[in-house]
C-alpha cells in the first residue's frame, strides 16, 4: 500500500482517513445515493411491518385452520420485501438519470 492510499491509516491515527474528494472507492463502491424521502422510509418500514406480521400470524394463528392459507400468506409475504426495496430506493433511481441532452431551437 503506498502512503496515497485514501483507505490507508495513518501510523499515529487508529481511524482511516477518508479519500480525497474526486478519488475513486475502494472496490469501486459508491458512498451512495440521496436518503429516500421520510415518505418512502414509512412506506418501506410499512411494508416491512406487514411482511413480519403475516409470518407470524401465519403460522401461530392460521395453520391451526388451513395449512393451504398459511403458506399463501407466507408466499404473499415472500413478495413484500422486494417491492419495499424498490420503493425505498425510487427516489436515488430517479436522481441518477442524466439530464436531458441539450436541444437546439
Known amino acids: 500500500m503506498s502512503q496515497d492510499d485514501p483507505g490507508q491509516r495513518d ?23 440521496p436518503q429516500p424521502p ?6 418501506y418500514y410499512a411494508l416491512m411491518g406487514t411482511c413480519v406480521v403475516l409470518i407470524i400470524i401465519a403460522w401461530q394463528v392460521v395453520r391451526h385452520f388451513s395449512i393451504l392459507a398459511a403458506i399463501i400468506m407466507s408466499a404473499v409475504a415472500l413478495i413484500i420485501p422486494p ?6 430506493n425510487r427516489s436515488a433511481a430517479v436522481d441518477r438519470h442524466d439530464p436531458p441532452p441539450f436541444q437546439h431551437h
Request: aromatic residues 2%; proline residues 20%; glycine residues 14%.
Open 38 to 43: 421520510r415518505r418512502d422510509k414509512r412506506l
Open 11 to 33: 501510523s499515529h491515527s487508529p481511524e482511516p482517513r477518508a479519500p480525497e474528494p474526486g478519488t475513486p472507492y475502494p472496490g469501486g463502491l459508491d458512498p451512495g445515493g
Open 83 to 88: 417491492v419495499a426495496v424498490i420503493i425505498a
